[in-house]
T-cell receptor, first 114, second 110 residues
Framework: GAGVSQTPSNKVTEKGKYVELRCDPI?????LYWYRQSLGQGPEFLIY????????DSGLPNDRFFAVRPEGSVSTLKIQRTERGDSAVYLC????????????FGPGTRLTVL | TQLLEQSPQFLSIQEGENLTVYCNSS?????LQWYRQEPGEGPVLLVT?????EVKKLKRLTFQFGDARKDSSLHITAAQPGDTGLYLC??????????FGTGTQLKVEL
């Protein structure tokens, strides 16, 4: 596809369960970002990948959150032992190269933890 | 932590009115971007400003970056219902991540 895609679009889980959220960036984009957005608020940075490596994971709230990008393209955000406070929209973005290039955002995955 | 405060938080106006959204910080940013986000979608970039004092126009939208690169404003002339959405400013401090503002929810009614 032409844009960033994210799956699933919606995910409902129970407290304590494990979830995986997937991001397919724009083909050829080397930089990939994960953000988390609460209703009516601005997105908050979680982690940034340059290629396969996490160049900045300073936004991950705790060690229940982990992300991978094993082949430098698709990325998976993994959340262990989910809590109700993890409920939010998780946005993925990609850019051609890191820095001031425009970040193109996907539609997000809405995670609801019951 | 760099924080970007936007005001107002909510704005409901009639078609044809003018409005200004403000984005303020105590920190200096290398560049500042404005995004618009619609329900169920990700933010879409409207403009990037880099130089202090810079003014950019995009049809009915005028963006200004403060001289000290700590603040910015978005002015919309003759608002239309299609302008409805969540407006977000976002700053970069020399790194690669975006620091987003608190958001301004705009509703333009007929």
């Amino acid at each position: 596809g032409a844009g960033v895609s994210q799956t699933p679009s919606n995910k409902v889980t129970e407290k304590g369960k494990y979830v995986e959220l997937r991001c397919d960036p724009i083909s050829g984009h080397t930089a990939l970002y994960w953000y988390r957005q609460s209703l009516g608020q601005g997105p908050e940075f979680l982690i940034y990948f340059q290629g396969t490596g996490a160049a900045d994971d300073s936004g991950l709230p705790n060690d229940r959150f982990f992300a991978v990008r094993p082949e430098g393209s698709v990325s998976t955000l993994k959340i262990q032992r989910t809590e109700r406070g993890d409920s939010a929209v998780y946005l993925c973005a990609s850019s051609l190269i890191p820095g001031y290039n425009e970040q193109f955002f996907g539609p997000g995955t809405r995670l609801t933890v019951l | 932590t760099q924080l970007l405060e936007q005001s107002p938080q909510f704005l409901s106006i009639q078609e044809g009115e003018n409005l200004t959204v403000y984005c303020n910080s105590s920190s200096v940013f290398s560049s500042l971007q404005w995004y618009r986000q619609e329900p169920g979608e990700g933010p879409v970039l409207l403009v990037t400003v880099v130089t202090g004092g810079e003014v950019k126009k995009l049809k009915r939208l005028t963006f200004q970056f403060g001289d000290a690169r700590k603040d910015s404003s978005l002015h919309i002339t003759a608002a239309q219902p299609g302008d409805t959405g969540l407006y977000l400013c976002a700053g970069t401090g020399g790194g690669n991540k975006l620091t987003f503002g608190t958001g301004t929810q705009l509703k333009v009614e007929l």
